[in-house]
């Protein structure tokens, strides 16, 4: 936080007054990498590799070649009984303290450092979880959207059939409707033209009937008295 | 020239630069900034939830005027919890056993809270002298205390962070001495003062962390007072 503050300020400083912009020109002729911040390099995840909590990989990695495995050990047990013996470093009471804080520190650090750990991955973890579900909420209602809309055009589809068949139906009452009407029609013209039949068959008949009357009244009439004599000398 | 245990507090001085500028500097460099990425490495998730969980806790029992506080009694707990450990390690000096640095921090952060009471409302900050339901005849000699201990309040804060450290860094010094010396006479009292002296290092990393917070929290309790 207080270095921000002083970062803050300082490039406040640098670029305020007259000779604020050149200065920010002329140092800009040293500047290594490039100034654009787009895409941002990845934090490593992990420090850097190290044995025994302080020493970097990178030391046992640069002595290997030469001096094999036991190489910077050799040279760090060297070095300690080079100080020792020639008292550049003088054990004191000091030493005494330094040994009863190391114990507390690398206790520490092997008791709870697993720990810390998985807390602040655990932090970051449940930070991208969050985002990730808030993506995969906002990908399933719109897969949803998708499954929605093509019910409701196979539904449209339907829709048609639907409508086919109601035509249909109309269609059919309509024709039943013609059918009926047709055939009443129909009934009530042969029915008309029966009774001019049997009108005419009446006629026939009564002309029919007429003229047998006619002729019997004739034939009856032209039966002379001697005709009536013959037919009863017969008997 | 006699060697005393108090040497170990003298501000140290090389080629005329005062060295305790760097000892005082060195809780900033420790400390990485916390980057603007969303998702951060180890280091920065944990100091960033720390510092969060720390300023909203000592933030709780005051209002909005006191939230302006925030920023500078979360660096200040930072720092002294950084300086107070950092002393504990062999060979290193620590810049608050200076009572110079401690009152340097004590009064005026207390003045301001004093100044800030008596300007926004001066009635409920000379209020405070008077606890209540004190009996009618106690008042005066009562009103008097009260300023008495308003004044102690800076003097206490410098000299209670002090003297914690200096106390704990010179019995830790006395008790390693005398393992040190026991070591060739008498091995086996030596093993005893050492365990003695890996308590003692527990109840000073301990006392490093609960001085420092004892600090920043009754400075946020005088603030609470006043605004």
Redesign the interface.
Same mark, same amino acid.
């Given at each position: 936080?207080?270095?921000?503050l002083v970062?803050v300020s300082g490039h406040i400083l640098k670029n305020s007054g007259s000779f604020g912009a050149c200065l920010v020109q002329a140092s800009r002729s040293f500047h290594q990498s490039s100034q654009s911040r787009a895409p941002?390099p990845p934090?490593?995840?992990?420090?850097g590799k190290v044995r025994h909590g302080i020493f970097p990989e990178e030391l046992f990695t640069l002595l290997y070649p030469k001096t094999g495995v036991t190489g910077p050990y050799m040279l760090g047990t060297g070095l300690l009984l080079y100080m020792l013996s020639k008292e550049i470093y003088v054990?004191?009471?000091?030493?005494?303290?330094?040994a009863?804080?190391g114990?507390?520190i690398i206790y520490g650090v092997k008791k709870f450092g697993p720990s810390?750990?998985a807390?602040?991955?655990k932090?970051?973890e449940d930070?991208?979880a969050e985002a990730q579900e808030v993506k995969d909420q906002a990908m399933a209602s719109l897969a949803q959207g998708i499954e929605d809309e093509k019910k409701e055009q196979w539904r449209v589809e339907g829709r048609c059939m639907l409508f086919d068949a109601k035509r249909n139906n109309v269609a059919m009452l309509l024709e039943t409707n013609y059918r009926e009407r047709l055939h009443m029609v129909t009934n009530e013209v042969k029915k008309r033209l029966d009774y001019q039949v049997e009108l005419q068959n009446l006629h026939r008949r009564m002309e029919q009937e007429h003229m047998v009357n006619w002729v019997e009244q004739s034939v009856i009439k032209s039966i002379t008295p001697q005709q009536v004599q013959g037919i009863w000398s017969l008997h | 020239m006699i060697v005393s245990f108090f040497d170990q507090f003298a501000s140290p001085v090389f080629l005329g630069i005062p060295l305790i500028a760097i000892a005082i500097a060195l809780p900033?460099m420790l400390?990485p900034?916390?980057?603007s990425?969303?998702?951060?490495?180890?280091?920065i998730?944990?100091q960033e939830?720390l510092?969060n969980r720390f300023t909203n806790q000592l933030m709780l029992p005051l209002n909005m005027g006191g939230h302006k506080w925030a920023?500078l009694l979360?660096?200040l707990m930072?720092f002294l919890i950084t300086t107070n450990m950092l002393g504990? $390690?062999?060979?290193t000096f620590t810049p608050t056993t200076q009572l110079s640095l401690n009152l340097g921090f004590a009064v005026p952060l207390w003045l301001a809270t004093v100044i800030i009471g008596m300007r926004n409302q001066p009635t409920v900050a000379l209020g405070h002298l008077l606890p209540e339901g004190t009996p009618i005849m106690l008042i005066p000699v009562l009103i008097v205390i009260e300023t008495i201990s308003l004044f102690m309040r800076p003097l206490a804060l410098g000299v209670r962070l002090t003297a914690n450290l200096t106390a704990g860094h010179l019995l830790?010094?006395l008790i390693?001495?005398a393992?040190?010396v026991l070591l060739p006479m008498m091995p086996v009292v030596a093993i005893l003062t050492?365990a003695l $002296?890996?308590m003692?290092?527990?109840l000073e990393?301990a006392v490093a962390m609960i001085q420092a917070y004892v600090f920043v929290l009754l400075l946020s309790l005088y603030l609470q007072e006043n605004v």
């Open positions: 936080m207080l270095s921000r970062l941002v934090l490593p995840e992990k420090g054990i004191n009471h000091e030493t005494f303290a330094a009863s804080i114990v507390v810390v750990a807390f602040a991955d932090i970051n930070k991208v | 900033w400390y900034t916390p980057s990425r969303w998702v951060n490495n180890r280091l998730t944990t939830w510092i920023l979360t660096s930072i504990l $390690l062999p060979y830790i010094q390693a001495t393992v040190f050492a $002296l890996f003692l290092t527990l990393v």
